[in-house]
C-alpha cells in the first residue's frame, strides 16, 4: 500500500539521514527501486513528472503499475507515490488519481501567489492525508539554459511557505538539475543553515541529488535535508549499461535481442546507482 511521506521524512529529520526520491520512467525502473528499497529495507519515494506521467500514460496508468508492482512484488518498506515538480493542475490529477504525495512547484510564482496556491493544495493534502512538498527558490538545470549557481531562496520566504503546513520544503541553495558544470560553485551551506533556522522541524528537500559530491550530502543532511532527488544518474547509468551490451555485440547473440535481455543490464544499474544512494543517504534499515 501507498504511504504519505510524512512519516518516513519526520523520522529521517530527527534520526539526521535522507529519503530518496528516485524518478521512474518506466516498468524496468519503478521495479528496479522498488526491488533494491526492499533489499536494502529503506523507505522510499518514486518521483514522476508531469512529462514521465504523461509518457506513461497518465497518472491513473502510473498509480496501477505502482500498486500491482508493491503487491506482486510483496514490498513491505514505505513507498510513496510523488509527483515531481507539479503544476497546481497536475497536482490535483495526481490526487485523483491515487498519488499519495503530491509537490506543487509554484517557485515562479510571486510568492504572494505561490503561497495563495500551496495553502489550497495543504488543505486538500490534510483532508486526504497526503504529503505535499512546496517549493522556493526555483532550481535551474542546463536544459533551462542555466549554467553555474542555481538560485538561492529567501529563508523568509522559506518560512512563510512552511508555516503554511506543507509536509516537505525544497528551496533552492545553488543546487540544478542534470549533470553539474565544471564552473558549478557547489552548494550554499549558509543558505541551508538561515533556512533550517527559521523552519526549525521541516524536512527540507534536496533536489538535483545527481553529481553532488559526497561530502557535500552528508553537510546537507547534517543541516536539515530529509528528503534528496534523484533522477539523471539512474538515466546515465541505465543508458551506459545498455551501451555496452550493444557494443558487445550482445544482442545480436542468441535471443540477446529479447526486451527482457536487452533491457536487463540498464535494470541492474539503477539497482546499483539507487543502493549507492541510499547508503550515501543512510537510509538503508530504516523502513
Ligand atoms: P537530477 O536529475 O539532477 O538528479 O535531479 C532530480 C530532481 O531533482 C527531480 O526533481
Redesign the pocket.
Known sequence: MLVSAKEMLTKAKAGKYAVG?F?INNLEWTKAILLTAEELKSPVIL?V?EGAGKYMCGYTTVVGMVNGMINELGITVPVALHL??GSYEGAKKCIEAGFSSVMFDGSHYPIEENIEKTKELVAICEEKGLSLEAEVGS?G?EEDGVVGAGECADPNECKMIADLGVTMLAAGIGN???KYPANWAGLSFETLDAIQQLTGDMPLVL?????IPADMIAKAISLGVSKI?????CQLAFAAATREYIEAGKDLQGKGFDPRKLLAPGFEAIKATVKEKMELFGSVGKA
Not at 207 to 211: A, C, M
Request: net charge negative; charged share 10%.
Open positions: 526520491q524518478n518521483g513528472s515531481d515538480h532550481i538545470g540544478i538539475h542534470g533536489h538535483g541529488g545527481t553529481g532527488n534523484v533522477n539523471t544518474e
